[in-house]
């Protein structure tokens, strides 16, 4: 027998657990492996292309040149303006740029009033984490609750929103649980609450949106949108906000000036160019890819749910992302059954791979269904452009090995 100690019991030794062949990852929420063709797009901007886009001699006017372009390619598939695309380090860079820059302009200019800004319960860190800054610098906050599949209610947001809220900021597709906000709804919504007024402003963290979903930005209606170059098969360490034409907004970062003046600092430009590569592939490839992994999706569930005693699906099962099955498994701790898969050469997670250090189980599993043990129960799988049907029949099968030997 063998005392270990995190668990503070006496475990059997045990055999070495066999592994696949063939590592499988189903953590593409977290991050995705960059393609080939946005590596080959980027190469030439880390040697032979790599002046500063800032200077005017040759090697800068050619980087430049290859920066605007990647604007004006995002720009397209945004259906936005090229000058509406600030570059940032990432997804947690952007919605601090958005919260932050936004607060900080209206309360300069409130006289004195207590401003209003609108949340969910269930926002990525990078958003929770401005908004509690925020409260304890004179804001007030409303985060509000969303159903058991995980879905917040355009009703409730319109009646939470009072003649001072300046911002309302929804998550497009959660990064947990995978379920789809009715975004267009409630920019529909905010404009004619909004009339001739400015504000409330309204912000979307789309990091997981992205080859799946309609990134139209007058189609849905928003003044701010988040884009992570990460979880599109990019680079890591780049990102992008969009920003209205008219947003009233100010820098949270100050330096030379760059990207309109609102994120100073010199531009990655391989890293940017690699995020346009990556932006336009995963908007050509979403139909095709959307349909095949809502099928991979929806078989991994059904299968998971009929041989695994007890296992349910957390979230809402059509208004979800394609590639996302967060699933409960009761009695089952989901930090240790994502540890053995590991160990299996199975890669999964038991929630945002951003807080998977934080000793708190899910913030959002815990506002969806109020029951901290399902929130230490669960575990999240994510599949991507690599994964296919014997991944998931392995998968399923080791699953159900672990939990039957734990239970």
Known sequence: MLFCKKFSIMAPVMKKPVKLKKRIFLDHASTTPVLSEVLSTMKKFWSSEFGNPGSIHSFGLAANKALEDARKSIAMVLGARSSEIVFTSGGTESDNIAILGVAKLFKKNANGTKLHIITTEIEHHAVIHPMKFLENSGFEVTYLPVSEKGIVSVGDIEKAIKENTVLVSIIYANNEVGTIQPIREIGNMIKKFRGDRPYPLFHTDACQAPGYLNLQVSNLGVDLMTI???????????????????????????????????????????????????????????????????????????????????????????????????????????EQLVIELDVRGIAASTGSACSSREEAPSHVLRAMYNDKKRADSSVRFTFGRDTVKKDIDDTIKILGSIINRIR
């Open 228 to 334: 992570s170059g990460s979880k599109i098969y990019g680079p890591k360490g780049v990102g992008l906000l969009y920003v209205k034409t008219g947003t009233p907004i100010e820098p949270i970062i100050f330096g030379g000036g760059q990207e309109a003046g609102l994120r100073s600092g010199t531009q990655p430009v391989p890293l940017i160019v690699g995020l346009a590569r990556a932006f336009k592939m995963s908007e050509d490839k979403k139909k095709k890819e959307s349909e095949r992994l809502t099928k991979i999706r929806d078989y991994f569930i059904s299968t998971v749910v009929k041989k695994i005693e007890g296992a349910k699906l957390n979230g809402d099962a059509k208004l979800r992302l394609p590639n996302n099955a967060n699933i409960y498994f009761p009695g089952v701790s989901g």
